[in-house]
């Protein structure tokens, strides 16, 4: 019997040392032994341990160590554990592997058996003093199953971690399984239960009142009070509570199961806004099964699903009422959250769907504003109300524009921008959205702003931290300001080191006056779909969102919380250097010498726009609407083009598909590229393949003018 409780953990031991890896399998393995055990073999006195002894040696647990040189054996002898069905429990891995020329250092080693086995416990082992523990904890997670030791350690120290993870690993492993069991044997326990009422009831008919009340009495003790699982009551046929337990007595706002004795179940249902009473859904059928209720506490609500019996006597009248409430809020709060994750990914699909044809269709009218406009009398009423509509295509256009970037179709190109003029626009836009009691101030503390970015996600995140600043202080008022400023090496919030020094990032700061973030909700505010918004305010994706574009872009983002006194969001950008798409200033008389422009797009009415613009500032332009017909007319006659302007979602090839086979019989052609809303366009892919320059539709005068002039200009 002592045997069987002897506990055996394996451990994994990474070293490029082999004296420590030795060391690892002494203090382990052998400094275990008791010398009392060797000198009783061997001494004058010798004598056979005792019944106490030979059972505390068979508790101490017994360690396994699995040597490895290198990460690589380490891992391989992970996977060998695992397919073995013996997985490690602790794993020793030396942090400075890659120093001796191994492919993977500790950490990645760390992170990789993590990724493996998330169970085992991890110890980090350096000899060196300085060490990113941060960095540790951010890369193998959770930082609960992370321990870091200095390098030299002393063999009790080792032996006693060691113990005392594989204790906590063995726990782990026994609540694991345990939870796996636990709704089976909720099952099995409820239907025992059942079967036993059934039993009781049979029983009750042939007993004297006392034998059945004692019954009764032992089978609703073990009923209520074995498990906490759900909220468990008794009570008589008009409703009063017998008994009940803690879960059932918290659920009503009970300090004590018997502060509810006495209580009416009747009433409490009612008062907790159950909807239907209970007393008529128990009048039908005698029975309540997985009725789903919503019960108000405060501004919230708890979701029960509720399941009554009514225990009768032998003449047939209601003798008790039993129940059980089980909570079900938190399924219910992520069965929420589905719903309105597929209305957002719905609305997506559906903005992705239409906006290409409605793109089109602003291109027409666009287009022909244009023209008219541009044929128009100097300050006549045509002139004016053209240049209306072309003002209202445009708004329509940016409309587009937020629906695509929405649904994740829209360009997502980042380039060099400056922060500066984007925050100017962004706040002229805040300030009429804004409280007028709350004071907005601007701080723009650097020259050296510019980053690597998306202007639209940028304005994103200006517009949604500027809203929850405005938010929190709409009823008392208050200051907002927004700083653009450099960063410092001594600023109070940094970025972490392993993004690069504090030097490259340039920081963009939202600060608020308001009440500040409670710090329970603090702790959430990243999470997608929380918000402490009232319904129809917010959909708690803004934070979840500016977090994800601030890592996208390499940045970090860090919440600085004062309860009382208001709430500060820093953005920290990394700081880029050049332009990564040439710019051209064309005028806008600008007139170009005669040319040939073969000019495609599956829509006539773009392509006949497309002709009367390109033919009114001097060039002779063909047109087709079909990807086959250009490139053949483009193979009979290859030198007579100087340009070619083409779609990109057009049927049977292309737009990139069409310069792909133009480019293999012309390669010095220039090419625009006219696109809506595809992902895969982006400046350095159309670049690589050999198109010159693109245009986002709706296809303007100017736009169209300055691609031309990029392209043209120096031929």
């Known amino acids: 019997m002592a045997a069987d409780r002897t506990k055996r953990f394996r451990v994994l031991a990474v070293d490029h040392d082999e004296s420590m890896l030795t060391l690892y399998r002494d203090v382990l393995c052998f400094e275990s032994e008791e010398p009392s055990a060797l000198e009783a073999l061997f001494g004058d006195d010798a004598r056979l341990p005792s019944r106490e002894e030979i059972d ?43 120093d001796l020329g191994e492919e993977l250092s500790g950490i990645d080693l760390a992170e990789a058996l993590r990724e493996r086995d998330p169970n085992v416990e991890i110890v980090l082992l350096s000899a060196r003093h300085k060490v990113p523990l941060k960095e540790f904890n951010k890369r193998v997670q959770p930082p609960e199953k992370l321990l870091y030791i200095q390098k030299p350690f002393r063999s009790p120290e080792l032996k006693q971690i060691a113990l005392s993870l594989g204790s906590k690993w063995d726990a782990e492993n026994r609540l694991r ?82 502060d509810a004795l006495g209580a009416n179940i009747f009433d409490l249902w009612d008062r907790a806004g159950g909807g239907e009473s209970l007393r008529d859904l128990l009048a039908a059928t005698g029975r309540v099964s997985n009725q789903e209720v919503a019960f ?68 027409v009218i666009l287009g022909y504003a244009e023209i008219i406009e541009s044929g128009a009398e100097p300050d006549s009423g045509l002139e004016r109300r053209v240049g209306e509509i072309s003002r209202a295509g445009r708004r329509a256009r940016d409309l587009v524009t937020q629906i695509l970037n929405f649904s994740r179709q829209g360009p997502q190109e980042r380039h060099a921008m400056t922060l500066t003029p984007l925050v100017k626009e962004a706040l002229k836009l805040l300030r009429s959205s804004v409280p007028s009691n709350v004071a907005i ?97 917010g ?26 006194q208001g709430a500060t969001f820093h953005v920290f950008l990394p700081r880029s250097s050049g332009l990564a798409r040439p710019e051209a200033d064309i005028p806008a008389d600008l007139v170009f010498r005669e040319g040939r422009i073969l000019f495609v ?98 296809i303007l005068k100017h736009d169209l003018m300055a691609s031309i002039g990029r392209l043209l200009s120096g031929r």
């Open 441 to 537: 101030y601007t701080r723009l503390q650097t020259n050296r702003d510019q980053v690597m970015a998306d202007p639209t996600q940028m304005h994103q995140i200006l517009l949604n931290l500027c809203g929850n600043a405005s938010h929190a202080m709409k009823d008392s008022g208050g200051t907002m300001t927004i700083t653009l400023a450099d960063v410092c090496s001594g600023d109070p919030v940094l970025p972490p080191e392993g993004l690069g020094k504090p030097e490259r990032f340039v920081r963009l700061t939202v600060s608020d006056t308001g009440p500040g973030i409670e710090p329970d909700v603090a702790e959430r505010v990243f999470d997608p779909f929380f918000t402490t918004k009232k319904q129809g305010e």
């Open 177 to 258: 399984d345990l939870n796996e069991t636990l709704a089976s044997k909720v099952e099995a326990r409820t239907s025992e239960l059942h079967a036993v009422n059934r039993r009781l009831r049979l029983d009750i008919a042939k007993r004297a009142a006392v034998l059945r009340e004692l019954q009764a009495s032992e089978q609703r003790y073990r009923l209520l009070f074995e498990k906490n699982i759900s909220g468990n009551f008794a009570a008589d046929s008009e409703g009063r509570i017998l008994d009940c337990n803690t879960a059932f007595a918290e659920m009503f706002d009970f300090r004590l199961p018997d």
């Open 539 to 564: 959909t708690g994706m803004g934070l979840a969102m500016v977090h994800g574009i601030v890592k996208r872009h390499d940045g970090y983002l860090e919440l600085e919380n004062s309860p009382g």
């Open 56 to 98: 505390e040696d068979a508790a101490r647990p017994v360690f396994e160590v699995v040597q490895a040189p290198g990460a690589a054996g380490g891992l391989e002898a992970m996977e060998h554990a695992l397919e073995d069905g013996e997985p490690f429990a602790i794993a020793l891995v030396d942090i400075h592997l890659s």
């Open 296 to 363: 108000a506490r405060g501004p919230l609500k708890r979701h029960l699903m509720v399941s009554c019996d009514t225990v009768a006597d032998g003449e047939g009248g209601g003798e008790e009422l039993r129940g059980y409430l089980f909570d079900i809020s938190e399924p219910k709060r992520l069965e929420d959250q589905l719903r309105q994750s597929q209305k957002m990914e719905a609305l997506g699909t559906l903005a992705g769907g239409i906006a290409h044809d409605f793109n089109n269709i602003l291109g």
């Open 601 to 698: 797009d599956d829509e006539k009415p773009l392509t006949d726009i497309g002709r009367e613009m390109l033919e009114s500032i001097g060039f002779e332009v063909v047109t087709r609407t079909s990807s086959i017909e250009a490139l053949e007319a483009f193979k009979f006659k290859a030198g007579d083009f100087d340009l070619i302007i083409t779609d990109q979602s057009m049927p049977n090839m292309t737009g990139m598909e069409f310069a792909h086979e133009v480019l293999k019989i012309r390669p010095d052609i220039p090419i625009i590229l006219c696109t809506g809303f595809s992902d895969a366009v982006s400046y350095e892919r159309l670049r690589d393949i050999g198109i010159g320059d693109f245009i986002m539709k709706p």
